[in-house]
């Protein structure tokens, strides 16, 4: 649910001033890198960090449904690294 509506305004080259008080709130400083997210009927603008951090609990919660550490997900990696240094 929105917190608070604010409007800007699309600039000739697509160019969107995000209003001060949400990019406070969100700490999106000049030069800060957010996401675009379309859905079916708008766009949602996120810091890039908010979307990493969705992503990085989506896995958690794969992993713990398949019954997987993170501690053995991090030594299958070691293994394949493995295998692929010595296959080249």
Same mark, same amino acid.
């Given at each position: 649910?929105? !917190?608070? /509506? !604010?409007? $800007? =305004?699309?600039?000739?080259?697509?160019?969107?001033? @995000? &209003?001060? !008080? &949400? =990019?406070?709130?969100?700490?999106?400083?000049? $030069? $800060?890198? *957010?996401?675009?997210?379309?859905?079916?009927?708008?766009?949602? @603008?996120? &810091? =890039?960090?908010?979307?990493?951090?969705?992503?990085?609990?989506? *896995?958690?919660?794969?992993?713990?449904? =398949?019954? @997987?550490?993170?501690?053995?997900? /991090?030594?299958? $990696?070691?293994? @394949?690294?493995?295998?692929? /240094?010595?296959? *080249?």
């Amino acid at each position: 649910m929105a !917190k608070e /509506v !604010k409007l $800007g =305004r699309v600039q000739q080259r697509g160019q969107v001033t @995000i &209003p001060i !008080k &949400p =990019r406070r709130n969100l700490d999106i400083e000049e $030069g $800060g890198v *957010v996401t675009f997210i379309e859905t079916e009927n708008s766009i949602l @603008i996120s &810091p =890039r960090e908010v979307l990493v951090m969705d992503a990085l609990d989506r *896995v958690g919660r794969v992993l713990k449904e =398949r019954g @997987i550490s993170l501690e053995e997900l /991090v030594e299958s $990696g070691r293994e @394949i690294r493995g295998e692929m /240094v010595e296959q *080249v």
